[in-house]
């Protein structure tokens, strides 16, 4: 099926005021949707929870990432790209074969987080990350940008002066804010770069976060799909100018996302709530897990910096 015939399907049910689960793919290839009272036992989903504390011992995770050799040489051909001016924030994203005696059932039951989706026995994601929210006629998202261990000494201070993670942050929500325009009127950023805390395995992280709104017609619903298609690529997952960094991002990773870093969600009737698909766990047709992480790269990121913030960001949130 094509994306015509996906806007379609959404505006359709948008239309009918139809309560429904939505999933899309990063490259907007594949998709699930399913009015709520059709919903297979075997998908299991949570929108905007709030997060429980920490109360039960973090299991025991073996990570085989690729080699930093490796993760450099895309490193490098990325700062060319950046050089040349075709990219000025990239997200570079891998996937690292993991192990673990959990199934996706009981990753899914333990783990704490805003957003989290089991399908099937396919995959499991645990976001701290809205992409878009509709309600009483007004759209917001609120990119996340910047990650720093909450125990380092003035953690907060340090990430909100760090001016790398400033420039990075504010591209994002340049981005993001002209793509809240497309569909929206009287754009606005609301908050800049205010803190969350959130639980990454044994450790808290803490997340830098925008909030941007934008006006919506009040027959919204009848248009989510040309709304969510308008919007995806997520920015926050794909980097500025956004078509020309997706045709890098194409020509470097070397795997394909999939469902990872697309996008989840519900319509209920009269309001929307969505996830971008971030901390993200996969298995193949072998029952290997596979655990999908990544960051953002700008002119001034430290190759070794970088690699050792994907690695990190392969966790169990418990």
């Not at 949707?33 to 059709?38: A, F």
């Not at 992409?131 to 953690?155: E, H, Q, V």
């Not at 009848?222 to 991002?249: F, H, N, Q, Y």
Request: positive net charge; aromatic residues 12%.
């Amino acid at each position: 099926m094509n994306n015509q015939e996906l806007i379609k399907q959404l505006n359709n049910y948008g239309s009918f005021k139809e309560p429904f689960f939505f999933m899309i793919s990063y490259d907007l290839k594949s998709y699930f949707l399913k009015p709520l009272k059709e919903l297979p036992e075997d998908i299991k989903y949570e929108i905007s929870a709030k997060e429980k504390k920490n109360s039960i011992k973090n299991e025991a995770l073996i990570k085989y990432p690729m080699s930093f050799e490796e993760y450099k040489k895309k490193f490098e051909y990325i700062q060319e790209q950046i050089a040349s001016g075709n990219s000025y924030l990239l997200n570079l994203t891998a996937k690292t074969k993991i192990k673990c005696d959990l199934s996706l059932d009981e990753i899914y039951e333990k783990s704490k987080a805003k957003f989290k989706l089991k399908f099937k026995d396919e995959f499991v994601c645990f976001s701290p990350e809205r992409f878009i929210k509709i309600k009483k006629d007004k759209i917001y998202t609120y990119p996340m940008k910047g990650t720093i261990d909450a125990s380092l000494p003035n953690a907060s201070a340090k990430i909100l002066g760090d001016m790398k993670e400033m420039a990075e942050h504010t591209m994002v929500v340049d981005l993001l804010r002209n793509d809240l325009g497309i569909v929206s009127n009287k754009v606005r950023v609301d908050r800049f770069r205010y803190i969350d805390e959130i639980q990454a395995g044994d450790k808290k992280l803490l997340q830098v976060s925008s909030k941007i709104s934008g006006q919506l017609q009040s027959n919204w619903n009848e248009k989510i799909g040309d709304i969510l298609l308008s919007l995806l690529p997520a920015g926050s997952i794909t980097g500025t100018p956004k078509r020309k960094t997706v045709e890098i991002i194409k020509d470097i990773e070397g795997y394909d996302r999939e469902y990872y870093t697309g996008i989840f969600g519900i319509f209920d009737g009269k309001s929307l709530d969505s996830s971008v698909m971030i901390r993200f766990i996969q298995k193949d047709k072998d029952k290997n897990l596979y655990y999908k992480s990544g960051g953002g790269i700008t002119c001034d990121s430290n190759a070794k910096l970088e690699y050792q913030e994907m690695i990190d960001k392969v966790y169990l949130p418990f």
